[in-house]
């Protein structure tokens, strides 16, 4: 017997590589989006910083940009920087 | 006559009180034979002797006792002779052989009873005109009231139990003329239906005899007679009434069994209303001499104008009273069958709006349509759709039949009541929405008219409530005071209350679509959600917009990655065509956790692919859900193949093993896919149906190579779908129930802890209290608590005793 497989239609879901299941900031799912996103994903991405804590995008820029002098990781209080 | 009064003239000369008397009554009780027989000169001549004996007689003050006497003689007489003549005269056995005799018969007796009162009628008459001009010092009622007062001596010594013969009679009379009647009048109306009979024998169809003894002429010249006597003795409402009211109720009755029943497409009123006229026609004949009476009223001066006029305007208003009622009663019957025809009932929905409208049946309309829909639909034998669809075709009816709603709300209460414990209500209803059930495609229809709805008008607890006193006096003012939708999408999604709960399995519903169709065409969806968006609010729907992007990027990603393949060397080509549906976790129903091991040749190509989709997407991954998805595959056996098979993927996982191996027992092959047995088993059976595998003495499964033509199998069915046990891939609503009641457990638990006891109710409110999360515990009833602490207490994890729940004293 020899069995031909013609397609194969698979079902999978995605999912950040990320170290945590939710967003430090939000509280939200990684795999969700932020409380301002409709659509996760690509519209709705995460960053990491170089202490490797990691957060939705806009809701690390909206923390960044509330901080006046120093611009801390909310997890760690390190500097925050961007992950290259 | 003439001669005797003379005498009397001299005996009253010799102041002979008792001559005066007799004068005084003789020419009293004869005077009417005397009127009409003696010549005018020698009654003037009478009249003088007569008005000397009365003074004489009122000398003595007994002029009064007159009128007492003249009323005691004929009620003796009347219940001595003329009474026992009557219904003597009535009964004649040997008369009765033929119809046309009795109706002879019967207006013989009336006859013969004019004949034997008149004398008192026509003495009385003289009386009250002596009384009304004051004659030797008379004075009493006149002649207007002592007629009345003689009348009712009459009907009441006549009348007061009358054989049951008269009524027979009577009746027999009339249903007779009226037939007659409507003959004629059917042949100068052209009716069809009368006249079709003049060809059925021979037959005259007014009196139901051969053409040449007919004796409808007769009949009606009896009917007048007959009429202007009971109208001259005032009986004619006594004798009359009942057997009218019969015979209208009969008629009006058998017409529209004959016509309207079972026939809903056609309005009768108008119909009805042409052949009541012609009824009333005939009851201008029966009630006719009332009528003539009314000149000699009017020269009384009576007050009431035209009294014959006033009985036909009685009649007319009875008989459509009737007609009204009988319809309703009629139609109330049919309701539910009405209901189910709706629209093409239409016509029939508006004439019993009108009749209801002029009756006061709502409330048996009510009782009727509400044990109707619970004997003929509210049972397990018919199917959800159909309760739906019929429930459906309630809301339009009635809001037409009832558009203050009340009806509506009232009636199909029941059936929310009942749509509600159909675990598979939502579920239709989200189907017949999305035009996925043949026969329901109007809600489908509903759903495009583009009106937004403002939701939640209806609130289910007052509905399940009944000691509004809703069904003592339906109270409009309440009614109105709630807003009463009466659109069909918001009365089906408020069935459960919220519309969350709908939306939720909406989303199921599209969720089981897109995974079983896989073809990343979703238009017809798109255009639902788009359409729910109108009436759900955007924010509602939001969930199903990611799931409809999941799918095109899904397809986007593919092409990508196959793209990408294209561009490789021939030798590093993937051996297998995969494609994926990728989708967003968060925003899918919970799937069916089930563990699958694929064969290496699919699971290297799912990583394969999974690499690919990690070089396009930046630190994001697949998780892939190996029994989901479908699989389309040939089989090539030795004499033959079997082509573009779609099946589930554990389906394609077992015959790729058979590939490598061709003996299988259940255990093996439970072990290699991870998969219970008991799954296995149950798989098996689509590749034996196929005959492409056979169960072998000891357990194993072999590959059939060369099968004898006899068990060639049916070979019609190509497409196998998904198997025996249902086929949705999402979890089913009760699974998520129950999951959800579980989180109440740790709540329960805690709540024991601290207040040793509770009962069910101080549970189920605390519960309502604390945790106030959304929808989910106001939709978790009592009993549905009840049932969830039972089943605890069958697992031992609690204790119920007296009524009260509390933990087991081993888990302190």
């Known amino acids: 017997m020899k069995v031909k497989i013609k397609q194969w239609n698979g079902v999978a879901s995605w999912l950040w590589v990320a170290n945590d299941e939710n967003c430090g900031i939000c509280r939200m799912s990684f795999n969700g989006c932020c409380p301002d996103c409709k659509v996760p994903g690509d519209d709705c991405p995460l960053v990491w910083g170089q202490c490797s804590h990691c957060f939705h995008m806009h809701c690390i820029l909206k923390w960044l940009n509330s901080q006046q002098v120093q611009q801390q990781c909310p997890m760690c209080r390190q500097e925050w920087k961007f992950k290259e | ?812």
Not at chain 2, 247 to 256: A, G, K, P
Not at chain 2, 395 to 411: G, H, N, T, Y
Not at chain 2, 478 to 500: A, F, N, Q, W
Request: aromatic content about 6%; proline content about 4%; hydrophobic content about 35%.
């Open chain 2, 1 to 812: 006559v003439f001669l005797r009064g003379s005498v009397v003239l001299d005996m009253m000369m010799m102041d002979s009180l008792p001559a005066a008397w007799d004068s005084v009554t003789s020419a009293l009780v004869s005077s009417n034979s005397c009127l009409q027989m003696s010549p005018m000169s020698s009654c003037t001549l009478s009249e003088e002797a007569l008005s000397e004996a009365l003074d004489l007689l009122s000398g003595h003050s007994l002029a009064q006792c007159v009128e007492g006497w003249l009323l005691e003689t004929m009620q003796v007489r009347l219940t001595a002779a003329v009474a026992p003549e009557f219904w003597a005269g009535l009964e004649q056995p040997e008369n009765e052989v033929e119809e046309r005799d009795r109706a002879r018969v019967l207006l013989r007796a009336f006859r013969t009873l004019l004949v034997r009162l008149e004398p008192f009628l026509g003495g009385l008459e003289r009386l009250g005109t002596w009384q009304e001009e004051g004659r030797g010092g008379l004075s009493g009622p006149g002649s207007r009231g002592l007629r009345e007062r003689a009348l009712s001596v009459i009907r009441a010594v006549l009348l007061f139990s009358p054989p049951a013969v008269l009524q027979d009679r009577v009746l027999e009379f009339y249903s007779r003329t009226f037939a007659v009647h409507m003959s004629r009048e059917g042949e100068t109306e052209g009716e069809t239906e009368e006249r079709a009979h003049p060809s059925d024998g021979g037959l005259c169809s007014g009196c139901a005899v051969p053409v040449e003894e007919c004796w409808c002429q007769e009949a009606l010249e009896q009917l007048e007679e007959l009429s202007h006597i009971l109208s001259r003795l005032q009986l004619l409402e006594r004798v009359s009434s009942e057997a009218v009211t019969n015979i209208l109720h009969r008629l009006i009755e058998q017409r529209m069994e004959q016509r309207c029943r079972g026939e809903y497409e056609n309005s009768f009123l108008s119909d009805f209303q042409e052949w009541l006229e012609h009824v009333l026609g005939w009851l201008s004949r029966v009630f006719v001499s009332e009528a003539g009476g009314s000149s000699v009223r009017a020269a009384l001066g009576s007050p009431t104008g035209q009294p014959g006029n006033t009985v036909l305007q009685r009649w007319r208003c009875h008989m459509h009273q009737f007609f009204c009622r009988i319809y309703v009663n009629m139609r109330i019957e049919e309701l539910f069958s009405i209901i189910r025809d709706f629209p093409e009932s239409k016509p029939a929905i508006e004439d019993l709006k009108f009749c209801l409208e002029r009756t006061n049946q709502r409330q048996q309309l009510l009782t009727s349509l509400k044990s109707a829909f619970e004997t003929r639909l509210l049972h397990p034998g018919v199917h959800t759709s159909d309760i739906i669809t019929v429930y459906i075709s309630a809301i339009k009816a009635l809001r037409e039949l009832d558009p203050s709603m009340v009806i509506l709300q009232v009636a199909c209460q029941p059936i929310r009541k009942y749509l509600r414990t159909r675990e598979d209500t939502v579920r239709q209803i989200v189907a017949s929405l999305t035009g996925d059930t043949e026969g329901c495609s109007d809600l489908a229809n509903e759903l495009s008219r583009t009106d937004p709805v403002t939701l939640e008008t209806q609130d289910s607890e007052d509905e399940g409530s009944e000691q509004w006193g809703w069904f003592d006096t339906p109270d409009p003012v309440r009614s109105c005071s709630k807003r009463r939708s009466s659109d069909i999408i918001s009365l089906l999604v408020s069935i459960y209350g919220s519309k969350e709960i709908f939306i939720d399995e909406y989303r199921t519903v599209l969720a089981d679509r897109l995974l079983h169709q896989l073809n990343y065409n979703t238009a017809r969806e798109i255009r639902n959600v788009e359409l729910l968006k109108l009436r759900f609010g955007e924010s509602h729907m939001h969930y199903c917009e990611v799931m409809l992007k999941d799918v095109a990027d899904s397809r986007r990603i593919n092409a990508n990655i196959r793209e990408e393949e294209s561009r490789l060397p021939e030798e590093e080509q993937p051996p297998l065509a995969l494609s994926a549906m990728i989708l967003s976790s968060e925003f899918w129903p919970t799937l069916k956790e089930e563990k699958l091991e694929l064969p290496p040749l699919a699971s290297k190509a799912m990583e394969v692919y999974t690499h690919r989709y990690e070089k396009l997407k930046a630190m994001r991954t697949l998780s892939w859900k190996p029994h989901l998805g479908s699989v389309t595959l040939d089989i090539e056996l030795e004499d033959r193949t079997l082509t573009n098979l779609s099946v589930s993927p554990i389906h394609a996982a077992i015959i790729l093993h058979f590939q490598d191996k061709s003996s299988w027992s259940l255990e093996e092959l439970s072990t290699v896919l991870g998969v219970p047995q008991e799954m296995v088993r149950r798989k098996l059976t689509l590749w034996q149906q196929q005959g492409v595998l056979r169960e072998e003495a000891g357990g194993r499964y072999t590959v059939v190579e060369t099968c004898a033509s006899r068990e060639r199998p049916e070979r019609s069915v190509l497409l196998i779908d998904s198997d025996e046990e249902g086929d949705s891939n999402t979890t089913t609503q009760s699974e998520q129930r129950e999951e959800k009641l579980q989180l109440f457990w740790a709540y329960i638990q805690a709540m024991l802890t601290n207040l040793e006891t509770m009962t069910l109710e101080r549970i189920h409110s605390m519960l309502r209290m604390f945790v106030a999360t959304g929808p989910v515990v106001t939709e978790m009833d009592v009993n549905e608590l009840q049932a969830f602490l039972q089943k605890k207490v069958r697992d031992h994890q609690l204790i119920v005793s007296g009524g009260v729940y509390r933990l087991p004293k081993s888990s302190h």
